[in-house]
Structures are given as C-alpha cells and as structure tokens.
C-alpha cells in the first residue's frame, strides 16, 4: 500500500479549511468559559467540543473572529494619557457630570487621570479598538 500525505500547499488552497493564522474561541454552553484557539496550520476543525472545565458542551463562534478586535496595550507617556482622560470625558460626559456633581470639567478630570495614572503603575493595560 502506497502511503501520500496532503501537502502543506494543498491544505492552504482547500477553501473550506480554517486558513493558518485565525483565531477561534470556543464557548461552553454550560458554565459560559471560552476557550482561544489559535491555528497555526491550515485545516478541519469540530464545531463542537467537550468543555475542558465542567464537560458540556463548548461549541465553536467560527466565523466571527477572524482576527483580534480589541487590543491590551501601554500608553507611550502621560501626553497620551491625557489625551485619553480626554477623549474619555467626552465620550462619556453626563456619566461624569452626574458622579462628579458640581465638579469642574478640570477636576473631573484630573480625577480620572489619577485614576489612570494609578491603573498605569500597577502595570494596568488599556484596551483599544485598533
Ligand atoms: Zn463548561
């Protein structure tokens, strides 16, 4: 019996195949963990799996995460943090207003930037879209 192995090039030109590189989190329908999978090869993959925390079911979100959409990254220098506090304040404005009462604008938000400061020291990340 003659014995041939797929070949790496034939794996990546299957169309049907999860291309190397995706991501893909598993969802346990159960106790709700997630689990990330990375491929690092092209090829088949169950849309099902027993969940490795409580046994149920996990089933696959294929399809909707072909790459990371949010990011955990450390901001260059206070500059940038704050412009975020800024950019901040003014995504959320009547949140702030409303918890910082008769506060100024100035001490609302020297207030989230100690806030971020702190987080920053601690090593804290902070997440972004892009
Ligand atoms: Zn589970």
């Known amino acids: 019996m003659k014995y041939t192995l797929l070949s790496k090039a034939e794996m ?3 169309e049907y195949f999860e291309k190397g590189g995706m991501i893909n989190v598993y969802e346990c329908t159960t106790c709700h963990r997630t689990v990330m999978y990375l491929y690092i090869d092209s090829g088949v993959t169950p849309s099902h799996l027993t969940c490795g925390f409580c046994h149920g079911e996990a089933v ?8 990371p959409s949010r990011f955990w990254y450390r901001p260059k220098d ?3 943090l704050k412009k975020m506090v ?4 003014e995504a959320n404005k009547e949140e702030y207003e409303k918890a910082g009462k008769d506060e100024s604008e100035a001490s609302i938000k020297e207030v989230i930037l100690d806030n971020y400061i702190e987080h920053y020291n ?6 972004r879209s892009r």
């Open 86 to 89: 800024n950019d901040a304040y």
């Open 78 to 80: 206070l500059e940038e």
């Open 60 to 67: 696959s979100r294929f399809g909707m995460l072909s790459q």
């Open 122 to 127: 601690q090593g804290g990340l902070f997440a």
């Open 12 to 14: 990546d030109q299957r």
